[in-house]
Structure formats: structure tokens, C-alpha cells
């Protein structure tokens, strides 16, 4: 009964006309931005947040978070008519949705692409509902020990889980870490690593510095890559897929469903490895595997139903625990701080309104994206065909408006173009920026975590390792550390007694 009575609570706020108009805003942004390749949600979301200040804080949540899921869905038009993935989790999609294309069947394709991205992301909506209160009362048995080993173990996933060397993923964790430390000492109010400079006090500025390493860096790559687009010329019709084509694609449809809520929730998981995940486990599972790359519609349908599904997954572990899950959700905890609110295992007790507000408000969403996507499709195709050199330099401008707008202070414009020009470099040398904004924002809540569990302890760091939920948590960090050091144990086994015969 709490339930029934929390969603009508939820949806007596998302049906509020200035809550649906945010709604609205965000998943027409958000398709958008997925249409246009090069940008994607992380930039998307790093560049609206300054515009979500001087409005209410559910309003806020709503807007960005349909930005996200709206991302999902524009992505895949590109996918299917250009061949270029508009958004990371839709690079999957071009393997068959292109082809499907090439073979007149765009209509097809892009409709099982939309209804797989409602059904999916009303289920996983629905999960999100079911999952989230339980695991949020089990939380609430979280001391500082405990959200400390919490927030080692979330680092430690997305540094395990990132492409790349570990090695290059921690480095960048530590570098954010240190960011994080900037500012006044939390507890002496001493200044630490300020330079002198009145507007560190405060520390680095989350907006700024995700503006520069997201929105500014992607311009300029894009910008150096100069992304030639062409779009597929075919008469887009038959959008509503046939019978057979729902016979086909059903299964895949739920399989993708399942596999990216439970992706999504895993720190690091999200959207691009679900999808990957997804389209894997549909080539194991058809009965002619051979035919996956030439045009298979269960190729569109369970990676879409994949990505959609683990951005509902996703706001699991932000909205029940206050840890985020990648870099969006790392945006978003930062945008709920700002806004004066706690992510964690209070938040449904303490302010019920904004969770089920923005969780209900994501049924709405996915309503409206179906409704928006396929009659739209023709304006798509015509906004990707929008020039670069015109595109580019408003989207530099924007970023300087709202880097400025924060607090009218120039330094917090050269903070951004600083960062933008740090997100170019660790694009060229890959290094992903992911770890880095995610220590930044946990930083202060870890060093607080990590100083009230040695009050509590009397300064013995044995509280972290004798407390049975912190432990497995301690423990799970440690053998993931630990893993990429196996190869190379293995290699050192195997040289040593070649090194004693030759002896």
C-alpha cells in the first residue's frame, strides 16, 4: 500500500505543468544531443547545469535526468542513417541498423529501435521503484566506516571496469581526489593547496571543470577529427515494425531489458558495456549467428532495450547509497549537492517528493520520446545535416555564458578552458576523464567518512577491516586491485625456473 501511495505522490508532482515542461525540455534536449554526433549526454548535461539554478530542485533532476534517457533514444537515428553512433551506447547499433538501412528497411529499424527503448525503459523504471526503498533501508544501517569502504569499493570498479590500463584509471582517480582537496579543511578551516586565490576557498567547481573536461574537450577533438557525415537518402516509411518483425525482436527485447538494468546498476556497468553485453548474448543466443552485421533486427532491438534499461539501473546506486554509478550519474550527484540536497539513504524519508517525483516523471519521459521520435524523424535528419563550423562555435559559446553566469567571476571561466584543454590532453594520451570527476565530487564525502571512522576508532584503521559490512567491501576492493596483478605473477612463475637451470 506505501507503494500505490508513494507513485500517486510521485505522480501528483511529475504532472505539475512546470515539471512536465522541464520533462518535456529534457528529453527534447537529450534526443538531440543524441542525434548530433560528437557531443553525447555526459557533455550535454555538464553544459545545461548552469540553467538549473534559479529553478526548483525536482524541476532541476527531471530536466537533467531527461537528458540522459533522451540520449538513448536520439542516438540510435544516427546509428541507423548515418553509420556514425551519435552517443557511445548506440555504437553497437550501427552493425545491423545501417545495413538494415542500406536494404530500404529504415522505417523498421528505426521504429523497433523506439518501442525497444520505451518497453525497456518503462521496465527498468519499474525495477528502479522495486529495488531502490529496500536497498535504501539496508543502507541506513551505514556507518562512516562503512561509507567510506563503499565509496573505495565504487572507485575502485570504475577504475577496474574503465578501457584502458588500470593503472592510467587510478592515476586519474587520485589526480581528482587531490582536486577534491582543494579549498578550506573541513574541520580546522585551514586553506589547502589555494595558491591564495579567494575563489579556490570554496575548492574546484564541479560545473566548470565537467564543462571543460566534457563539453570543451569534445568540441575540440571533434573539431581536430573532423566527422564527415552522410546521410543515407531513402524514403523512411513503414515505421511501425510488422508482425514478424515484433516475432523476432520480443525476446531480445526483454533479454536486452534485464541485462542493462543489472549492468546499469554496477559502478562503471552503464549503458556502452550493456549494449556491447546485449548484442553478444543475442548473437549467442539466434539460431544463425553468421547473419548478425547484415542487417538482423534482434541486432537493433536488444541493444537499444540495453542501453535504456541501464539508465534506469543506474540511479539505483545514486539515489539509495549517493554513489554514482559513471560519470553522468557523477554530474547529477554533484547538480542534487548543489541544489541542497543529500543522495543517499535518507533521501526517500527526507524528501519523498523529489525521489518519486523524478522516478515518475521517467514513465512520462519515455512516453514522450515515443511520441516525439518517430514523427520527428524527418527533422532529425535534416539537423544532421547542420554544418560543424556553424554548430561548434555555439556550443563553445554556451559553455563560456554558463561557465561566466555560475558566479560572474572570470576565474571560473579560465577554471573551464584550463579543464577543457586538461580533457583534450587525456583524450589524445587516453586517459578517461570518469575517475577523475568521480573522486572529485566523493572526495570531500570520503575524507569526512574516513575522519569520522577514526574518531570513532580512537585512530586505528583496523575499524575499516573488524566491522563485517565495511570488510567485504574492503575486501571486494582489494581483489580487484589485485586481479591485473595475476598475468603478470604468472609470467614471473614461469621465468623463474628457466633463470634456475640456466643457473
Not at 500505490?4 to 511529475?14: K, L
Not at 548515418?82 to 522505417?107: F, H
Not at 538482423?296 to 539505483?316: C, K, L, R, S
Not at 572570470?410 to 577523475?436: D, H, R
Request: net charge neutral; charged share 10%.
Amino acid at each position: 500500500m506505501d507503494y500505490i501511495q508513494s507513485i500517486i505522490m510521485g505522480f501528483q508532482v511529475a504532472l505539475q505543468w512546470n515539471n512536465l515542461l522541464f520533462c518535456f525540455i529534457g528529453v527534447l534536449i537529450g534526443t538531440l544531443v543524441g542525434v548530433l554526433p560528437g557531443l553525447g549526454p555526459t557533455a550535454a548535461i555538464s553544459l545545461l547545469l548552469p540553467t538549473t539554478f534559479h529553478v526548483a530542485p525536482v524541476s532541476a533532476i527531471i530536466m537533467l535526468a531527461g537528458i540522459y534517457y533522451g540520449a538513448m533514444y536520439g542516438g540510435s537515428t544516427t546509428s541507423i542513417l548515418v553509420n556514425i553512433p551519435g552517443e557511445a551506447a548506440s555504437v553497437v547499433t550501427c552493425l545491423d541498423g545501417y545495413q538494415m538501412a542500406r536494404r530500404g528497411r529504415a522505417g523498421p529499424a528505426l521504429g523497433i529501435s523506439a518501442f525497444a527503448s520505451f518497453i525497456a525503459g518503462t521496465l527498468g523504471v519499474v525495477g528502479l521503484m522495486l529495488v531502490a526503498p529496500p536497498l535504501a533501508e539496508m543502507a541506513l544501517k551505514f556507518g562512516p566506516p562503512e561509507y567510506f569502504s563503499l565509496m573505495i569499493m565504487g572507485l575502485t570498479i570504475l577504475t577496474f571496469l574503465a578501457s584502458g590500463p588500470m593503472w592510467k584509471a587510478l592515476l586519474m582517480a587520485a589526480f581528482g581526489l587531490f582536486l577534491g582537496s582543494i579549498g578550506l579543511d573541513s574541520m580546522t578551516a585551514t586553506p589547502r593547496f589555494t595558491m591564495d586565490i579567494v575563489e579556490l576557498s570554496d575548492g574546484i567547481g564541479m560545473v566548470p571543470a565537467v564543462m571543460g573536461l566534457f563539453g570543451i574537450a569534445e568540441v575540440l577533438l571533434n573539431v581536430e577529427h573532423s566527422i564527415k557525415r552522410s546521410v543515407f537518402e531513402t524514403k523512411i516509411r513503414h515505421l511501425l515494425p510488422t508482425l514478424q518483425d515484433w516475432k523476432d525482436s520480443i525476446w531480445a527485447i526483454i533479454r536486452g531489458t534485464f541485462v542493462g538494468f543489472f549492468l546499469g546498476v554496477l559502478p562503471g556497468g552503464g549503458a556502452v558495456i550493456s549494449s556491447f553485453v546485449s548484442y553478444a548474448v543475442e548473437k549467442k543466443a539466434s539460431v544463425t549467428p553468421e547473419k548478425f552485421g547484415t542487417g538482423m533486427i534482434q541486432g537493433v532491438a536488444g541493444p537499444e532495450a540495453a542501453n535504456n534499461a541501464a539508465t534506469a539501473g543506474a540511479f539505483i546506486p545514486l539515489l539509495t547509497l549517493g554513489i554514482p554509478a559513471n560519470a553522468v550519474m557523477a554530474i547529477l550527484l554533484g547538480a542534487m549537492m548543489i541544489h541542497g540536497m543529500q543522495p543517499g539513504p535518507m533521501l526517500i524519508q527526507e524528501q519523498p517528493g523529489l525521489f518519486w517525483g523524478a522516478v515518475t516523471s521517467m514513465y512520462i519521459g519515455n512516453t514522450m520520446l515515443l511520441i516525439l521520435n518517430l514523427p520527428l524523424i524527418g527533422l532529425w535528419v535534416r539537423i544532421l545535416k547542420v554544418p560543424y563550423p556553424i554548430l561548434f562555435p555555439l556550443i563553445l559559446l554556451f559553455c563560456l555564458i554558463g561557465a561566466y553566469s555560475l558566479n560572474n567571476s572570470v576565474i571560473e571561466v579560465l577554471f573551464m578552458v584550463g579543464f577543457g584543454l586538461l580533457g583534450y590532453l587525456f583524450k589524445k594520451f587516453e586517459y578517461e576523464a570518469a575517475p577523475l570527476i568521480l573522486a572529485l565530487v566523493l572526495g570531500p564525502m570520503l575524507e569526512a567518512a574516513l575522519r569520522r571512522s577514526l574518531l570513532l576508532s580512537a585512530g586505528s584503521p583496523l575499524i575499516f577491516v573488524t566491522r563485517p559490512i565495511s570488510g567485504v567491501l574492503m575486501l571486494i576492493s582489494f581483489l580487484l586491485l589485485a586481479y591485473p596483478l595475476v598475468p603478470w605473477l604468472r609470467r614471473k612463475r614461469a621465468i623463474l625456473p628457466q633463470l634456475s637451470d640456466g643457473d
